[in-house]
Each structure stands twice: as structure tokens, then as C-alpha cells.
């Protein structure tokens, strides 16, 4: 099939998840024999195996203007399109079967966003996204609870993990770890861990260390410093680390969390509505209420048990999220074969 792809998001010019779905996702698409042209407002990446086309936009209003700039291509040469977002003034528009994906609710972050500013500006996103619903010819959510923000959308098809890079390892570091991906301010909540592991982690296991993967430069007593890091050495720490931790308000799936699990790392989270239904409420990773949380994970790093629990549950569960699997519905979902039907998620 010759499919088109849009995302404002990609790795060669944002740490934002979503773009990082798209470029695996479509990466994948090619490999099984489909032609992929993304529409992004940056180019490819290194290993991008599809086509690019860069669509300008202005940096105030970035998705507004990203949206309105695609109505200016012709996607009629492709013989089905999926938004992956920002597609919503392609009313009146030519197109072929448009699929939309949601890779969250934009309505439940602009209730997570701490101030005014990112409200107002969530709360104009979130219309335009509700708006989308009645674009598409069929309409995607990666994770069931979304669909309480958009009960729209019937069908669930999850994101997937690519476990050909993800993998376990018996090799952990020489001391109890902790690791972080995101953002240490915002819905990530990276500060609130790193004060939680000052707090209650250090004086009950001195030798802790706290690993951070973000652009915020961050320093102290067993805290150890990333920055951004290529796939190759994000991979490595998560296999070496000995929990993951994202203890974000908010999340639409976390694909972190199934990175952490196929790489054979318990998974410590804040019960939001990506963690609950990626761990299967608590059954493959734990979800404590924030006054729980430092107790939650001394005890991951002190109980040996418990982590191998953990990294057995975890394994099994990061096997519901192959690309194979993810892939096969949208080949489906493409053709028309999986219309009509409700898709359960993966729990």
C-alpha cells in the first residue's frame, strides 16, 4: 500500500513520544513492503526508512498552523491516510480512507496542565481534536481509557515495542538504580521524583542512584545525568537499571513503561490512565498513590523477590505490544477488513 502518515512530531527535531510511535511505527509499515511518505514539520531521522515531507509551520501556534498548512497537499496519490493529530481543517478536502489515530485525550491534559496559559491552550486543542472525530473515515486510540475522554472512538489498537532492541539483560548496575525518562517539570513530574529519592529513597539505600534521561540538567548525591542519549544507550540503561520510574499525572499509553518491561526492568508508576492500563491495574508493574511512592520503591530495591516478580510479569506483558501484532490491525484497518467492529486494548 502506498500510505500516508502525518505527525507535527518526529525524533530529528522533538523528544515528544508521539513523534518517536510514528517513526518506529512507520519504520516498521516499510519493512513489511508498504511505501510510507510521514508529513512532519521536521525531516527524517538517520534510520528513516520511509519518506519525508517537511510541512513549514510557524513556531507560535505550531499545531494550528501545521494543521492548516496540510491542506495544501494532495493525498489523493496514496490509497489511505492516517493522522497521527493536527489534521483537522482538511474539511471540504479531497483525501483517501482517512484513518485518525489519538495517542491521548488533549481535554484530560489541559486538566493536568498547571497553569492558565496551558489550559487555554490545551482547551483549543481539545476542540479541534473533538472536531476530528466527525472527520475520519475511522478513528484509533491506543490505550480504552482515552475512550472515556472521546467515546466516540470504537477501536483500540495499542502502540507497539520494538523487542528486537528492547531486551533483558542479567547484567544490572553494581548499585540499586532508579531511572527517569522525560521531563523533570509538567505532567512527567521528574521533580517531584527526584525529590521523593533525596527524601525517602537515599537515607534507606545510601548507595541508590537516580539515572535521568532528560534535556534539564539535574546534580546532587547519586544522581547521574544523561541528558538526550541515542537509542543504543537508552536501551542499555533500561536494561541495567534496576526499576523504572515515570510518575507523570497524566498519560495517554507510556510507551516507557513497555520499554522498561521488554527490557526486563520493573516498572514503578503513579496510577494514571497509560500506567493502570499498561500494567493491567497493577498486575505487571506498581502503581502507588504518590505518599506511596518512595516507600513503593525502596522496597523494589531492597526485595530481590519481588523485582524478578516483576521482570517475569513485565516480560510477558511487552509481548501484547509487538509491532507484528500493532502492524497486523492496521493492514486491516487500511483495507476495511477490521471495519465495523469494536477492538477491545490489550489487558
Known amino acids: 500500500m502506498n500510505i500516508a502518515i502525518t505527525s507535527l512530531y518526529l525524533p530529528s527535531g522533538s523528544k515528544i513520544g508521539v513523534g518517536y510511535v510514528v517513526h518506529y511505527f512507520a519504520n516498521e509499515m516499510v519493512k513489511r513492503g508498504h511505501k510510507v511518505t510521514v508529513f512532519s514539520q521536521t525531516g ?57 489515530t489519538y495517542h491521548g485525550s488533549l481535554f484530560a491534559e489541559m486538566l493536568h496542565a498547571k497553569s492558565l496559559t496551558g489550559k487555554v491552550r490545551m482547551g483549543a486543542l481539545a476542540l479541534c481534536e ?80 537516580f539515572w535521568a534521561v ?33 510518575p507523570s499525572s497524566y498519560e495517554g499509553f507510556g510507551v516507557p513503561y513497555i520499554e522498561a518491561m521488554a527490557s526486563g526492568t520493573p516498572v514503578v508508576a503513579s496510577p494514571n490512565d497509560g500506567a493502570r492500563e499498561v500494567t493491567q491495574e497493577g498486575r505487571s508493574g506498581l502503581i502507588p498513590t504518590d505518599d506511596k511512592l518512595g516507600e513503593t520503591l525502596v522496597q523494589v530495591l531492597k526485595d ?10 513485565g516480560l510477558r506483558r511487552a509481548q501484547d505490544f509487538s509491532w507484528d501484532r500493532v502492524c497486523e490491525q492496521y493492514e486491516m484497518l487500511y483495507t476495511g477488513k477490521g471495519s465495523g467492529s469494536l477492538r477491545a486494548a490489550v489487558l
Not at 540538567?217 to 515515570?246: H, M, N, Q
Request: with cysteine.
Open 304 to 313: 530481590g523477590e519481588l523485582r524478578q516478580q516483576l521482570r517475569e510479569t
Open 44 to 100: 527524517a531521522s538517520e534510520d528513516s526508512l520511509y519518506n519525508v515531507v517537511v510541512v513549514p509551520s510557524t513556531k507560535r501556534f505550531r499545531s494550528f498552523s501545521f494543521a492548516w498548512k496540510l491542506r495544501g497537499y494532495d493525498f489523493t496519490q496514496f490509497d489511505v491516510l492516517n493522522a497521527h493529530g493536527d489534521d483537522w481543517f482538511l474539511w471540504g478536502r479531497k483525501r483517501p480512507r482517512h484513518i485518525h
Open 130 to 209: 473533538y472536531g476530528s472525530c466527525f472527520l475520519a473515515d475511522e478513528l484509533v486510540t491506543v490505550s480504552a481509557v482515552t475512550r472515556r475522554y472521546l467515546p466516540m472512538v470504537k477501536r483500540v489498537i495499542p502502540n507497539g515495542v520494538d523487542l528486537q532492541r528492547f531486551t533483558p539483560t542479567e547484567e544490572k548496575s553494581d548499585v540499586p538504580t532508579i531511572l527517569f525518562v522525560g521531563t523533570m517539570h509538567g505532567r512527567k513530574r521528574g521533580a517531584m521524583l527526584l525529590d521523593i529519592f533525596r527524601r525517602e529513597v537515599l537515607p534507606n539505600v545510601p548507595d541508590a542512584e
Open 214 to 246: 532528560c534535556e534539564e540538567k539535574i546534580e546532587g548525591k547519586g544522581v547521574r545525568w544523561f541528558g538526550r542519549v541515542p537509542l543504543e544507550s537508552l536501551t542499555d540503561l533500561y536494561r541495567r537499571a534496576w526499576v523504572f520510574c515515570l
